[in-house]
């Protein structure tokens, strides 16, 4: 399942007029593909993943998760369509302190409204998945901020979304633990077959990316392969 973006236009309200985030960018990610976008700070590429994500709704054109055109989509809807189809990995993993690695999990799972059992089945196969076999009965304190970052990617992955959004996931991590996690996030896409769209300032670690884009004032280009 693919994520599509055409010709997304998103202006904010500046002062008396308007900054352009997005300026008529198009973008398809294919499911098992990993897109990364670099810029400088203020480029839109926050922007771009909150219309991907469909947390907002650009001006004008087109945003595709899945099979679904968001389009025409009301609030409710789109909040259903997140919880089944958008994974997000934000920059901070933000854990509850009191939970263990699998039930950090369970939470979203629950709400996905499936049996007990086959959510237990599927937050112990995305964690096997990320690498934290065997931590699942953990608290937060005591796993590293690389294992932390994993609880975070597999808490996006649980329910087997059709897009998976990444905001920084390097950004708080030396750059040992910051290769591993990109090595994760493209490997974790081809396992689950998921269409990722990235975003990051860090170029240090996408030497394996396929991929590049680049977001400059609102735009979207390929970057030609090194
Ligand atoms: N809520 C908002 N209201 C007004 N302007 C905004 C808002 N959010 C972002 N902007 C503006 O939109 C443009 C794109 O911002 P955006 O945050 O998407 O860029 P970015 O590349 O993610 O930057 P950073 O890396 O610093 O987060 C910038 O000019 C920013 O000032």
Do not use: C, W
Request: without cysteine.
């Amino acid at each position: 399942m693919s994520l599509e973006l055409n010709d997304v236009t998103l202006t904010y309200p500046d002062g008396d007029g308007v900054v352009t985030a997005l300026d008529r960018v198009s973008v398809r990610v294919a499911p098992g593909e990993l897109a990364a976008v670099i810029g400088p700070s203020g480029s839109g590429k926050s922007s771009l993943l909150a219309v991907a994500a469909t947390l907002i709704r650009p001006d004008s054109g087109r945003v595709t998760v899945g099979d679904v055109d968001t389009l025409g989509l009301r609030p409710r809807e789109l909040a259903a369509l997140r919880l089944s189809k958008v994974g997000i990995v934000f920059q901070q993993p933000n854990l509850i302190p009191s939970l263990t690695v699998v039930d950090q999990l369970l939470v979203t799972e629950h709400m996905r409204a499936r049996s007990v059992r086959e959510a237990r089945a599927s937050a112990m196969e995305t964690l096997a998945a990320v690498g934290l076999a065997g931590k699942e009965h953990r608290h937060p304190h005591r796993l590293s901020g690389g294992e932390r970052q994993r609880v975070n990617i597999a808490r996006a992955l649980v329910g087997r979304p059709s897009a998976l959004l990444v905001d920084e996931p390097t950004a708080a991590l030396d750059h040992d633990r910051g290769a591993r996690i990109m090595e994760l996030i493209e490997e974790a896409t081809r396992t689950f077959e998921v269409a990722t769209l990235l975003v990051t300032h860090d170029t240090e670690h996408l030497g394996t990316v396929a991929r590049v884009l680049e977001m400059r004032d609102g735009r979207l280009r390929a970057l030609d392969p090194a």
